[in-house]
């Protein structure tokens, strides 16, 4: 009964407000990433910062997170060969072998 009185209006303002609420929905999420890109920038250049300023730190990993995935691949197997010569005794691990 209550479709016959508003007929195909009714309709069209229950679709009008989805598709509002889908907008808005999207809007939302996209100004939250938007944030959390600049947050991630923030604090991946204070990071990079306190890299440089610490003498014995491999100034060669700034700017890691602009490297390919095989490249990131390798740098983690060689910081994984250096850990695990740490944790065996080797000594410290040498930034030379990093490059």
Excluded: C, W, Y
């Excluded at 907008?23 to 991946?44: H, S």
């Excluded at 691949?73 to 695990?84: H, S």
């Amino acid at each position: 009964m209550r479709r016959s009185l508003h007929g195909p209006r009714g309709r069209a303002r229950t679709t009008s407000r989805a598709t509002a609420t889908s907008i808005g929905a999207f809007l939302i999420v996209f100004l939250i990433q938007l944030r959390q890109n600049r947050d991630n920038a923030v604090v991946q250049l204070k990071l990079d910062e306190l890299i440089r300023r610490l003498e014995a730190a491999r100034t060669s990993l700034v700017g890691l997170e602009h490297h390919s995935d095989e490249e990131l691949a390798e740098v983690a197997q060689q910081l994984g060969r250096l850990r695990e010569r740490h944790a065996g005794g080797g000594g410290t691990a040498d930034s030379a072998e990093l490059t």
